[in-house]
């Protein structure tokens, strides 16, 4: 899997902001047609360079950027920009409360500033408001630390952050981050995780002191302890879209091997990620999320990683602890757990795939948990119809090259419900499965689904396949809500619409 | 100058305008700007609102320019141009609103003359960039292009027609059973109401909305810059009410309306009568329970200045409870302060409440703190209790931290689905002691 982040590099931290997916690594965001079509695309270059005449609302990276940091313990997040930036979290507190709770973790407020800023300082600047803020935020709260993320208005008017971030950082207690993710740098929001990820990297990761034992030997003996420790540990990178029941299911399918797994770094607090080098190998679950970090995480620790694919379903779990147990010579350990563990679900499965045998499936997400649970339901003997993917760049190339049905439709868009309403109105799916923001609409147009990830579910591992396929086979046992919605309640797209083609909505971009 | 927010109860302008254009029938929002905003702010109201959904073409379905780092640099009109046109094949809508972002207003582009150009296809246009300030702001924008470009001139008035603004749809969670509601009692006393977001509103009706004899604005937060421009261009006054919650808030608010529009005192007062017969012939049945086991509580009411009053009436007046701290989060101008102070003299309680106005949401802990004897471990303390909390979902942890029990009313509401319920008049009275008294039994 080296060729994934082939000619990829992680040296950014000299600058305020990393660079955008579109230079880092490039990517498709627009695109119907055929799996076939847009791996010829993406080879030829072509994929990269389409765009829209109409387009609909997606995503801001800087939501997944505050996603990612605004889990740690004890921060404060100051979100310096006007008060619609982040105003969800008005709405998001319980989710985080929730989360905690599950993971065990200390309930703890979760405390965010708005900087506020009005037409006045669009003129003058906002940099004397954000340091008050910093500085109330500081006696109020005394968090560890103190977390800005900024929206485009001072992106667009020049704020130096960064000035404001040196001159403070001797001054208060709280370490300063600073994150960098205005909205209209990157159509790519999976630029926000980078960017989340170089604050984190160049302002948390501080590894803590070791100090020498006065015994003697004390210090070497437990040197060696350390270094046998670190030698079978694994980070495991989670993400926003992780139940804890993922996290215990990985954990547990590690462990099996013999190895100590950690969970990074969503709602670690500032002391663990400190600890965050103490592994011989980092394991990302999806490449979208974490490259960035795990590619750094080499340079600066020389840590390997592994970057591969996404522990949904039977085969990409095998392969997922396949991969990490030939880096530790595991390889039989690996093959006793897969085949006990995969014997013990398919009996299991058996019969849940009755009641899924031939129906169509619909799959839309991000790239790699789409195609990995689309793999998962098709070996369930359902007949995969589509998937969307909100983008698609070189960490799926190899699984579309490998889909079995060439032919397949994929489109490629984040959001963009309308064309992929069309699209579902042709393909009339039997269940979908999709994002967040996704399902409501497809609810309205009559088609049984069930959401891609959640905080209550378990995906991920032996245990999520299982879940998966009992979900889907409860969604199917009444299908009437969707039947009474879709009957009662209109969509605003026009009739003509749905007879158009949905890919005469793309067009070559005007500018790249 | 506006300074930073601890926690604000807010979005911005542009939230304000599209959770307002949610609230219209089939209307449908075109927004020019980063790609990301429409469907975050759409989605701040569908989480926050009680649930309230991203509504006919919210959320993803936004249609958006999409504008990204090459349009800061060269202008994003023909892309608001060509979006405009695709939007008007693709969706299907009544009216079409271009509200605009930061982005696109900071590098300067015109968004109002572009969608000028689509007029004759019932497209419309104004400036909401999230700079302009918060929910309210957005609010007006959109209310107050309805009247500048939807609402027809209508020279001959209809004299017992009412307008309803300042309930701004979302940022009230409960706006359309409180419209509803409004509606109700009005038409019970005769008037017919307007209000732009209740049950069976059209583009249609709102355009005939220039007959309307009186406006009634509901906040002096949202709502009086509309007023102001309806009474400019249409020529109608406008009264400032508080939003009538419970028996003695509806019958001030309808015994005010009578005397605005010379109703017939003899109607108003059998509506008055008919209506607290029937709100005490539900009260009765928690009679017993509440005097059984002591349901009075030492209210804390945290909510904006919509809210705060009425609530603090209705607690007080109407349920008896002892209103002990009123925080209200979203008045700035001293002399308003002071105006909004004065609101309180009306309480009839033995005890009245201490009244702050306080933005930080993490302040209202302290100010609890403060305005009581702190316990010193003391043998014998006089507690700050039984208490209750009616706050914002933000409250929750402060009604945790001091013991009180909790409800949320005003935004941002997450821990409750709201459908179809509101507290204002006499039915959401009743409604409001459901829920209260709800929140006490429910370990049972």
Redesign the interface.
Known sequence: MGNFVEGLTYNFLGAGAPPTREERIGACHAFCGSCRQLSENIKSGCANLSDRKFSQSGGCQLMLAVGIVSSLSNVVMIIHSPLGCCSGFVGSGGLRKTMRASKGKKDEDFVWLHTNLDELDVVQGGIDKLKRAILYAEKEYHPEAIIIANGCVPGIIGDDIDSLVTELSDTISAKIVPVHCEGFKSKYVASGYDSAYHGVLKHLLNPAEIYDNILPRASEDRDDKERNRISRTINIFNVGSNSFGDEAELSRLVSALGLIPKVLPLHASLDELAHIGEAALNVSICATHDDYLLGHLKERFGTEYLIDTLPIGIRNTNQWIRLIAERFHLEDEAERLITLETKQLQEALEPLKAALKGKKIFVGGGETRILTTAEFFYSLGMELVGVKAHNVDRFVENILDDMENQELVIEVAAGQPAEELNILNRLKPDIYIGHLNANGWVSKLGIPNFPLFGQQLNFMGYSGAFELARKAVKILKNTNFVKNVSANVKLPLSDEWFLRDPKDNIKEAAIY | ???????????????GALTTIAGLPRA?PI?HA???????????Y???SGYR??G??G??????????????V?GGEDRLK??IE??L?????DLYIVVT???VE??GDDAVSVSRQFRDKKVVGTNT???????FKGYDSVVKLLIKEVIKQAPQKEEKTVNILGIVPGHDVFYRGNLDEIKRLLNLAGVKANTFFGTDESIDAISEYGKASLNIVFSEQAGIESAELLKEIHNIPYVLADIPVGPSGTEEFLRRIGRELLLDKEVVFRVIEDEKRIYYSYLERIVDIYSDIDFQRYAIVAADSYYAYALTRFLANDLGWIPHLTAIHDIYDEEARKLYLKKFDTLTSETKPEIIFEEHA?SILKEVRKSWPYNQNQKYYDALGPAFVVG???E??LAETIGAGFLAVS??V??RVVLSKGYAGYRGGLTLVEDLITQLVAAR
């Open positions: 100058m506006a300074e930073f927010i601890e926690r604000a109860k807010f979005s911005c302008a542009l939230g449908v927004v980063s790609g990301g905003c429409a469907a975050a702010l759409s989605n701040t569908n989480l926050a959904g991203t006919y073409c959320g993803t379905m936004i249609p958006t320019t999409n504008i990204s780092e090459n349009n800061i060269f060509e979006q695709h939007s094949e693709i969706l299907d809508a972002g930061c982005q900071i590098i960039p999230g700079f302009l300030g918060n929910t993490g914002s979902g933000i929750r942890s935004f941002p997450s821990n």
